[in-house]
């Protein structure tokens, strides 16, 4: 008949008695560490708790242990949740086979354990590993800590008798006691660094969203404005192309003009993503990083790598699709690339490579340029911070901003042997969209002629649209508000009708509305100084067919008239 099983409670109060009586024993038989013996203990437990570094608390432990007791081995043992055991100390394979069995025996005990005699043992005595080493006694107590055994702490002796004592055993206890409780407090401090280093790392993100957002409300309050100012530079530059005869010096003079006013149309669309937080495309599209790779190097190779020592290396793999929009994917890694380029004035390897990993899809840009400063590259994803003599300092707050709007990661590695830029994008699920490819450059459509109607409160603007249209053969005529144009409308037959959309009275999307009442065949594209520079979208209006953004570029203007007009219902 087996022994009745003993609870929890009733075990552990019996763990508890014993103790009391090997206490008791000690007591009445003088086997109790001297006073010197406890003096040094307490020292040590002083010296101990002062320390703050993990590895440097263990090295002290192991150090004193062989001070305190006269064992052949030693063995300080860490218990991590959900890990095998770690030896600390000297320890070979032999004696971690014994390690365990007087682990198991000592966790499941809570309590400290004395061994005088191993050959005594039934639990250790049959053991291979007792025979090998001829173990003749073991000594061992747990590092408890808030109820749970963190570790032990191990002796034995070996060949010849010499078994430890009852005091031996106390003066263990009353050591691991002390060490457990450093050895808390030590991890308890590293938890504390972790905590502060990521609420740092969480305040120096909030830090920069809230610049990207000052920088956001600020540039959206003059965007609008810029917008329309460029919109006549570079209007009037492509009539005056196009139509006049000028010498070849003034032509590329001209030209320079109309560039330069581009280059501010994209500086102030780069704002305007800053505002919104976003470029919103009209659907987000399943985008393939590999390819996006290919295509950057093909482009980069061609505009920056010829006659120079600069070399694109392409270590792409097949990867899981990410949810984006493929020209915004592609200007992040070009900026990544050029930027890369242009940290190797003297010419050197770029190393462009994708693979798949836990968190979804990772891109890498790698150089071999001298670094970024630790001062720069602490913020360097603050906008208007830059390392280079030109340029605006956006770049990279813009390929911040557009990665975490797409759920993924963009973080950087720099040394004085190069730097890494690494973004890592969720992948795509298989169910949505298809996979968007390459847009190749559209021509300019031809168009039959047409009546189109401009609408437009600053003068300019107005102006050179119907220019831009009546040079492509179309025949322009011009109204400065809603109603005006509504008049027109009633007066003269109209193919169709572009309004800005920022107007006082009433606006364009208000204008379209009243269009779509009164003749619902004729489409209207809504121009706006607020909308994403350079870019032709369809409208979120039923009442709109596109929305295009102000300055727009002659080509531009040409797609979205011929895509308006193709769409209009005869």
Same mark, same amino acid.
């Given at each position: ?16 008695? $014993? ?10 038989s003088g ?14 437990s ?6 703050r ?13 062989q ?18 055991p770690? %030896? ?12 365990? @069995? ?17 050959? %005594? ?9 007792v ?12 590092l ?10 191990? /002796? ?6 010499? @078994? ?5 055993l ?35 993100r ?7 957002t ?8 003059? $965007?609008?404005? /810029?917008?329309?100012?460029?919109a006549?530079i ?20 001209l ?19 800053? +505002?919104?937080?976003?470029?919103? *495309?009209?659907? *987000?599209?399943?985008? &393939? ?7 950057? +190097? ?18 792409? %793999? ?8 493929? +020209?915004?994917?592609?200007d ?47 913020r ?8 280079k &003599?030109?340029?605006? @300092? ?25 730097t890494?830029?690494?973004?890592v ?14 847009a ?39 109204a ?18 572009i ?27 809504l ?10 979208a ?10 295009i ?10 797609r979205?008239?011929a ?8």
């Amino acid at each position: 008949m087996s022994a009745p099983r003993t609870s929890g409670p009733r075990r552990r109060l019996d763990q508890l008695l $014993a103790r009391a009586r090997a206490e008791t024993t000690v007591r009445e038989s003088g086997e109790r560490p001297s006073p010197a013996v406890l003096k040094r203990l307490l020292e040590l437990s002083r010296n101990m708790n002062r320390i703050r570094d993990r590895d440097e608390l263990l090295r002290y432990l192991e150090e004193r242990l062989q001070e305190l007791f006269e064992a052949e081995n030693s063995q300080l043992i860490l218990l991590p949740v959900d890990a095998p055991p770690q %030896a600390l100390g000297r320890s070979d394979q032999v004696s971690a086979e014994l390690c365990h @069995g007087v682990i198991e025996r000592v966790v499941r005990e809570r309590t400290p354990l004395l061994i005088r005699d191993v050959a %005594a043992d039934a639990g250790l005595r049959d053991r291979s590993s007792v025979r090998r080493l001829s173990l003749t006694s073991v000594l061992c107590a747990p590092l408890i800590v808030d109820d749970r055994v963190m570790g032990v702490i191990q /002796f034995d002796h070996r060949h010849e008798p010499h @078994g430890f004592s009852q005091a031996d055993l106390v003066l263990l206890e009353l050591f691991a006691n002390q060490a457990a409780t450093a050895l808390s407090n030590v991890l308890l401090a590293e938890q504390r660094e972790r905590a502060d280093a990521e609420l740092e790392r969480a305040q120096a993100r909030l830090l920069v969203v809230e610049r990207l957002t000052a920088l956001g409300q600020m540039s959206a309050g003059v $965007a609008h404005h /810029f917008n329309n100012l460029l919109a006549s530079i570079i209007g009037l530059s492509e009539i005056m192309l196009r139509e006049s005869e000028l010498p070849d010096g003034q032509v590329e003079d001209l030209r320079s003009i109309r560039d330069r006013a581009v280059d501010g149309a994209t500086l102030v669309a780069r704002l305007q993503d800053l +505002a919104r937080g976003t470029r919103n *495309p009209s659907e *987000p599209e399943r985008v &393939d990083l590999s390819s996006v790779a290919e295509d950057v +190097a093909k482009l980069c190779e061609s505009r920056f790598c010829p006659g120079t020592a600069h070399e694109i290396v392409l270590d792409v %793999a097949p990867v899981e699709p990410v949810m984006g929009a493929w +020209a915004e994917l592609r200007d992040v890694v070009m900026n990544l690339v050029v930027n890369a380029l242009e940290a190797m004035p003297e010419g050197g390897r770029v190393r462009v490579s994708t693979r798949s990993v836990a968190d979804g899809v990772q891109l890498q840009v790698e150089d071999g340029g001298p670094g970024i400063e630790p001062e720069i590259r602490a913020r360097m994803f603050e906008p208007f911070v830059t390392s280079k &003599d030109e340029g605006t @300092g956006l770049g990279l707050s813009i390929c911040w901003g557009v990665v975490r709007r797409l759920g993924g990661k963009l973080e950087a590695r720099s040394s004085g042997n190069g730097t890494t830029f690494q973004i890592v994008l969720p992948a795509a699920s298989n169910e949505v969209g298809d996979l968007a490819l390459p847009a190749a450059r559209e021509e300019e459509p031809a168009v039959a002629r047409a009546a189109i109607l401009v609408v437009d409160d600053e003068d300019r603007v107005r102006d050179v649209l119907a220019r831009l249209l009546e040079s492509r053969g179309h025949e322009a005529c011009t109204a400065g508000s809603g109603e005006e144009a509504l008049e027109l409308l009633r007066q003269r037959s109209i193919d169709l009708v572009i309004t800005d959309h920022d107007m006082p009275e009433m606006t364009g999307r208000e204008l379209a509305r009243r269009v779509a009442e009164i003749h619902p065949q004729v489409p209207v594209i809504l121009a706006s100084g607020w909308e994403t520079a350079l870019t032709v979208a369809p409208g979120d209006d039923p009442d709109v067919v596109l929305t295009i953004g102000k300055p727009v570029t002659a080509r531009a203007l040409a797609r979205a008239v011929a895509h308006a007009l193709g769409t209009r219902e005869d």
